[in-house]
């Protein structure tokens, strides 16, 4: 059964930062494209970042671009989202993704873990 | 960048009944789009990709189209379990982005 389990969420203060991971099982995650997708609490979904299967290709919204950093572990089965000068409006239930037969629709997501910014 | 602008926001309606979704995309999407339902409090379930294939293990009452720049979902006989919210989102070019979203309300 595939899984994606996030983790790391939290309060964090304005200007600070914070690591979220996405532990998968039940598929080879080394040979999947994946994501991390956003909902801002009573709002739409707001895609945020991919990574190829072997990392070699990166894509950020250009809301995040700069601040956030996407990675993985492949041998640790893991996904990670390193999320720096947090703003108020980064504020969301953030979601990792599975890629679809590699054409970036998503088929298998977590079950998302708040970041909230707050002072 | 593809702006996906959805329609209407929320639609009214009853078991049984028809119900259109329809997404518009700034430029062409090509056939890259893709439907999810979105229930409370859960993540989004994919419905549809590529435009018109229906995932595996997803009734036979969702489907979708194309017509130019134009997407539609439609839920023939709407039943209890399909009130929620729907999402179109693109997967022709980076970076990825959704419609806004349709709220299906009982009536």
């Known amino acids: 059964e595939v899984q994606l389990v996030e983790s790391g969420g939290g309060l964090v203060q304005p200007g600070g930062s914070l690591r979220l991971s996405c532990a998968a099982s039940g598929f080879t995650f080394s040979t999947y494209e994946m994501n991390w997708v956003r909902q801002a609490p009573g709002k739409g979904l707001e895609w945020v970042s991919y990574?190829?299967?072997?990392?070699?290709?990166?894509h950020y919204a250009d809301s995040v671009k700069g601040r956030f950093t996407i990675s993985r572990d492949n041998a640790k089965n893991s996904l990670y989202l390193q999320m720096n000068s947090l703003r108020a409006e980064d504020t969301a239930v953030y979601y990792c993704a599975r890629d679809y037969e590699h054409r970036d629709y998503f088929d298998y997501w977590g079950q998302g873990t708040l970041v909230t910014v707050s002072s | 960048d593809i702006q996906m602008t959805q329609s209407p926001s929320s639609v009214s309606a009853s078991v049984g009944d028809r119900v259109t979704i329809t997404c518009r995309a700034s430029?062409?999407?090509?056939?890259?789009l893709a439907w999810y339902q979105q229930k409370p409090g859960k993540a989004p379930k994919l419905l549809i990709y590529?435009?018109?294939s229906l995932l595996t293990g997803v009734p036979s009452r969702f489907s979708g189209s194309k017509s130019g720049t134009d997407f539609t979902l439609t839920i023939t006989s709407l039943q209890p379990e399909d009130f929620a919210t729907y999402y179109c989102q693109q997967a022709d070019s980076f970076p990825l982005t959704f419609g806004g979203g349709t709220k299906v309300e009982i009536k």
């Open positions: 590529a435009a018109s």
């Open positions: 990574i190829s299967s072997s990392g070699s290709t990166i």
């Open positions: 430029r062409s999407a090509n056939n890259w």
